[in-house]
């Protein structure tokens, strides 16, 4: 079983900067960041996976930045030019091949509000 803990949710402005963190209890293939407003259906936000390719949502192209730090098996998101429709809950997931279909595993999710 994999494990993975969120830290560094919390509010901001708009147009501030937060930075997610998202430590596994082992080194997995693909880990990337989903996100969940209320009202509306989980949507992935980026993916990074072993060898470093990266995706993004488009609404989060040029403002957020995916990256790991493969030594700590951790993954981070880097969120600047926030809005408030970046308000949500953010998740932590991981899966160990095919990258782009539905995460295995998830984190407990950690909380984003941007206010205008």
């Known amino acids: 079983q994999v494990q993975l803990v969120e830290s560094g949710g919390g509010s901001v402005q708009a147009g501030g900067s937060l930075r997610l963190s998202c430590a596994a209890s082992?080194?997995?293939?693909?880990l990337g960041w989903f996100r969940q407003a209320p009202g509306k259906q989980r949507e992935r936000v980026a993916t990074i996976e072993r060898d470093g390719t990266t995706t993004y949502t488009d609404s989060v192209k040029g403002r957020f930045t995916i990256s790991k730090d493969n030594a700590k098996s951790t993954v981070y998101l880097e969120m600047n030019s926030l809005k408030p429709e970046d308000t949500g809950i953010y998740y932590c997931a991981a899966r160990w091949i095919y990258c782009a279909r539905t995460p295995t595993y998830w984190g407990q999710g950690t909380q984003v509000t941007v206010s205008s």
């Open positions: 082992v080194s997995i293939a693909c």
